[in-house]
Structure formats: structure tokens, C-alpha cells
């Protein structure tokens, strides 16, 4: 599945990526690459977690790159 994650730097110069269909599906770090990195691994960890306690997956929009534009695959 894809989600969209928006990838902003902050005033602090951390990169902060935020998946908008995931509510709290947060992470961050110093730099873009590893930001995307760990949101990947975020997305996945929310859902597993969604399925452990049962819950519905949230369905995914339309595909729209992150702000560097790239689409955020959970692998």
C-alpha cells in the first residue's frame, strides 16, 4: 500500500513526515532520507498494529508524492 507523507523541515532543521490517512503516523530525523525512512517503517508498525487489535485499515488516497515527490510505499 502507498500513503502520502508530507516532509517539512522545521525551525530546528529537523525533517519532520507526517501521513495525513494515518492519525499520529508521525516521525522525524536530520535528515530527508532518513525521515522517509523511518516514516516507512511508522506506516508499517501502524498497521500491524491496526490489524493486532482488530482494527479496520485505513484505505489509502490516490497516490500524491510526499514533498520531495515521492510516494511513501509500506513495504
Known amino acids: ?3 502520502r507523507a508530507l516532509i517539512e523541515q522545521d525551525e530546528d ?10 492519525p499520529g503516523c508521525i516521525s522525524q ?6 525521515t522517509l525512512q523511518n516514516i516507512q517503517e511508522a506506516i ?3 498497521l ?3 490489524e493486532a487489535h482488530g482494527e479496520p ?5 490516490l497516490v500524491i508524492p510526499d ?9
Do not use: Q, W
Request: charged share 20%.
Open 67 to 75: 514533498s520531495i515527490g515521492n510516494p511513501v510505499a509500506c513495504p
Open 57 to 61: 485499515i485505513p484505505p489509502f488516497p
Open 29 to 34: 530525523d536530520h535528515t530527508r532520507e532518513e
Open 44 to 46: 508499517a508498525a501502524y
Open 13 to 22: 532543521g529537523m525533517f519532520v513526515a507526517e501521513v495525513p490517512a494515518l
Open 1 to 3: 500500500m502507498k500513503y
Open 48 to 50: 500491524e498494529s491496526l
